[in-house]
């Protein structure tokens, strides 16, 4: 069971003992391995290892292919980590911010993997595509720290050894991880240490038997092999000394897997591999290396078709040597590889502990100084070792077979070789956007790889792209256009729709303010704060009111109201006063009573156009007789919770004797269609057959507006609402028409 402890209790006393930028390189390690001792010592990994062996044997790992004692500290903080309760803070604060950023993406890709592991079991096609999955996010991992390449490499190679040491069976979904994503990444990075061993021990693991059938064949002959080796090379040493080569001979071992996969691909039997015997030959300059080929060519003889020039053509990870086989003087095949020692250094730990080389800093491991273009030498090799990142993902998908997996995908180097991964295609302002979105904004032009390009122009990977900005602006609206090709990601579009949204209501609340204020300068109220009077009539702020305002949603008239002095009741002989001087037999105009008073003067209000048999109520206004609601009209509610006592209860009078003195009420119609030729007169025809008049016709045409619908508003008299509903029943079967409803 894990011990969480808090990192106080180790981070302040070592901090303590000794400043970090002024101890030796040994001390170093021995304080990382002092804070890590007591969280490790009585832990087990998830493999079964001893957490603290396992940290010694990943920092020994590294020091064995020369990377910096930085990196060897880094392997006991990272596993010390897991018994933090806050392993980022606790490390900064004891070691620097480099080391917690370390131990963050380590941790974070180390979960990813255990937890894709335990939910795997073989290799389907789904399983491949999760595995590729992975890979991604082992490729983002690393391209945002590069140390952790070295380190997850390094603690692979430790549990392989662990696995074989204690003979306890590794797990397939390990050991054929190991073989298909560790192993490349080692050889991408060119880090031949490091792949060869993980080949070997992860074959070991998956095929046993033919495993120990190698091995075997090999036991078998190794004295007499190993004699002959030491004589060929002897012979060659003494040759290349007497010919005033100065060069190191020395026998090559080759490795299980590489028999074994070169017997399968050649359908070799294994007498006829090669290379069993082989010796390895090291040199000054490259001018040596091809005077020992020749040499080499003159005392031996040449097997056709066995050459490679790795120096004139290097490998894509940027090996190089020469290789040829001979023919020994007992007549058996032998293989040599020529080098010098710059190409034998990278070849053994490539271009990730070049890379590890760069980040020790202006002076250097082991006092070996930088020059003084060493930041632009970090810069390249940092470079360096993302192309071959890349190039290793590539790899790994096409072995895979799965090609198109990630084919909508590229990663975009930044000026200071930070990684972004875009869609494929994507263009230098999607670019922008996806470093910061104000960036995005503010961009008008873009360098690639040091050129000046078009902001439409698409981008690959492995591209170094640098932004322009302007101080302060905003996008265009020819990047929305998609065939102008500025956008490609989804992300950046909503980013530029939402900036020119949020311009769009700036504006909106800027036009509802002027109308408020206006409003209020009329009536006196410039006192009034704007935030309190939104507050009072609902708004949860005064740019919510100035919103709806500023859209026409909300009628200036509410707060006229809410402005202005309630006006007294007025007593009964005023009421009276405005009756009509010829009241008609049993209605009100309108056809409305005020029920328990005669013939009050009434009106129909214009907000709500009410119509029988509408649900209504009466509201007593000042000096205009008494004005008739829907009893759903939003203005009405608003009086009755201010002034309730001004509403009255009114009903529906009687109608007219006949159709021609029977009253009729306007009331408005708003039908919504997308827009067509001959719209207008189809719905104009069925007011016509249902012999309703229209009294007002007003459109708003869909090229005005965002959207594709277009709108009708009609005032129409009808005897009665039901009517009405009729005539809404038959628009709405109209082509085009998506709603008709009664405002």
């Given at each position: 069971m894990k011990t969480a402890l808090q990192g106080a209790e180790f981070a302040a006393p070592i901090v303590a003992l000794v400043d970090a930028e002024h101890e030796d390189d040994n001390a170093h390690v021995l304080r990382a391995r002092a804070f890590a001792e007591p969280l490790l010592s009585a832990q087990q990994l998830d493999t079964g290892e001893e957490a603290l062996g396992h940290a010694d044997g990943v920092a020994a790992i590294l020091a064995g292919i020369g990377a910096a004692p930085a990196m060897q500290a880094a392997a006991y903080l990272v596993y010390a980590g897991d018994y933090l309760n806050k392993p980022e803070e606790t490390v900064a604060k004891a070691f620097g911010a480099s080391y917690a950023s370390?131990?963050?993406?380590?941790?974070?890709?180390?979960?990813?993997?255990?937890?894709?592991?335990?939910?795997?079991?073989?290799?389907?096609?789904?399983?491949?595509?999760?595995?590729?999955?992975?890979?991604?996010k082992m490729l983002?991992?690393?391209?945002?720290?590069?140390?952790?390449?070295?380190?997850?490499?390094?603690?692979?190679?430790?549990?392989?050894?662990?696995?074989?040491?204690?003979?306890?069976?590794?797990?397939?979904?390990?050991?054929s991880e190991s073989q298909q994503v560790f192993a490349p990444l080692a050889n991408r990075l060119g880090i031949w240490q490091m792949k060869w061993e993980i080949e070997d021990l992860s074959f070991r693991f998956l095929q046993p038997d033919r495993y120990k059938e190698i091995a075997k064949a090999l036991d078998e002959k190794r004295l007499e092999r190993e004699q002959g080796v030491e004589a060929a090379r002897a012979v060659l040493q003494a040759d290349l000394a007497a010919q005033g080569i100065n060069a190191t001979v020395q026998g090559r071992p080759k490795h299980l897997y590489s028999i074994h996969k070169k017997m399968q691909g050649k359908n070799l039997?294994?007498?006829?591999?090669?290379?069993?015997?082989?010796?390895?030959?090291?040199?000054?300059?490259?001018?040596?290396?091809?005077?020992?080929?020749?040499?080499?060519?003159?005392?031996?003889?040449?097997?056709?078709?066995?050459?490679?020039?790795?120096?004139?053509?290097?490998?894509?990870?940027?090996?190089?040597?020469?290789?040829?086989?001979?023919?020994?003087?007992?007549?058996?095949?032998?293989?040599?590889?020529?080098?010098?020692?710059?190409?034998?250094?990278?070849?053994?730990?490539?271009?990730?502990?070049?890379?590890?080389?760069k980040e020790a800093g202006a002076r250097g491991y082991s006092g070996v100084s930088a020059g003084g273009d060493f930041d632009e030498q970090v810069a390249l090799a940092r470079k360096a070792v993302l192309r071959q990142l890349l190039a290793w993902e590539r790899d790994f998908i096409e072995g895979e077979g799965v090609q198109g997996l990630f084919e909508d995908r590229i990663y975009v180097f930044t000026p200071q070789t930070a990684i972004v991964e875009l869609c494929a295609g994507a263009t230098p302002v999607d670019f922008a956007y996806a470093l910061h979105t104000d960036l995005g904004h503010r961009c008008r032009g873009a360098k690639v790889d040091g050129q000046i390009v078009p902001l439409n122009t698409a981008l690959s990977s492995g591209q170094t792209c640098d932004i322009t900005a302007v101080k302060e602006g905003g996008p265009s609206l020819d990047w929305l256009n998609p065939e102008l090709g500025f956008i490609k990601s989804q992300r950046s579009r909503a980013k530029v729709r939402a900036w020119f949204n949020a311009l769009a209501l700036q504006q909106t609340i800027a036009k509802g303010r002027e109308l408020v204020e206006k409003l209020l300068q009329r009536e006196g109220k410039t006192a009034i704060k704007l935030e309190d009077l939104a507050g009072r009539l609902g708004f949860r702020n005064a740019d919510a009111l100035f919103e709806v305002v500023?859209?026409?949603?909300?009628?200036?008239?509410?707060?006229?109201?809410?402005?202005?002095?309630?006006?007294?009741?007025?007593?009964?002989?005023?009421?009276?006063?405005?009756?009509?001087?010829?009241?008609?037999?049993?209605?009100?105009?309108?056809?409305?009573?005020?029920?328990?008073?005669?013939?009050?003067?009434?009106?129909?209000?214009?907000?709500?156009?009410?119509?029988?048999?509408?649900?209504?109520?009466?509201?007593?206004?000042?000096?205009?007789?008494?004005?008739?609601?829907?009893?759903?009209?939003?203005?009405?509610?608003?009086?009755?919770?201010?002034?309730?006592?001004?509403?009255?209860?009114?009903?529906?009078?009687?109608?007219?004797?006949?159709?021609?003195?029977?009253?009729?009420?306007?009331?408005?119609v708003i039908v919504e269609a997308a827009e067509?030729?001959?719209?207008?007169r189809d719905v104009l025809e069925v007011f016509a057959k249902d012999k309703l008049n229209v009294a007002a016709v007003n459109t708003q045409s869909a090229r005005s507006s965002k959207t594709d619908t277009g709108r009708i508003t009609l005032t129409v008299e009808v005897p009665d609402s039901g009517r009405l509903a009729q005539s809404l029943r038959t628009l709405s079967q109209i082509t085009g028409v998506r709603s008709a409803r009664r405002r």
């Open positions: 370390l131990v963050m993406h380590t941790r974070k890709l180390v979960q990813i993997q255990r937890a894709a592991r335990a939910a795997q079991a073989g290799f389907g096609s789904e399983q491949r595509a999760e595995q590729t999955e992975r890979v991604r983002l991992a690393f391209s945002r720290d590069l140390r952790v390449v070295l380190l997850r490499l390094a603690s692979r190679l430790q549990t392989l050894r662990w696995f074989a040491a204690t003979k306890v069976p590794c797990p397939p979904a390990l050991a039997s294994l007498e006829r591999v090669f290379d069993l015997r082989a010796l390895r030959v090291i040199v000054a300059d490259v001018a040596d290396c091809y005077a020992v080929l020749a040499r080499l060519h003159e005392l031996y003889t040449p097997v056709a078709g066995e050459y490679d020039d790795y120096i004139a053509r290097p490998k894509p990870n940027g090996y190089q040597s020469l290789h040829t086989v001979v023919l020994g003087a007992d007549g058996r095949a032998m293989e040599v590889q020529i080098r010098t020692r710059a190409m034998h250094e990278h070849a053994e730990h490539g271009v990730a502990a070049h890379w590890a080389y500023g859209k026409d949603e909300y009628s200036l008239r509410n707060i006229e109201q809410l402005l202005r002095p309630p006006v007294p009741e007025p007593d009964e002989d005023e009421m009276l006063a405005q009756r009509r001087s010829k009241p008609t037999a049993g209605a009100a105009k309108g056809g409305v009573l005020v029920v328990g008073v005669d013939s009050l003067l009434t009106s129909l209000a214009r907000c709500c156009r009410p119509a029988p048999p509408d649900d209504i109520g009466g509201y007593v206004t000042r000096g205009k007789g008494v004005a008739i609601h829907r009893k759903d009209c939003s203005n009405f509610r608003q009086m009755v919770a201010s002034t309730p006592e001004r509403v009255i209860a009114v009903a529906w009078g009687g109608a007219g004797s006949d159709a021609k003195t029977a009253p009729v009420y306007p009331v408005d067509r030729q001959g719209l207008l």
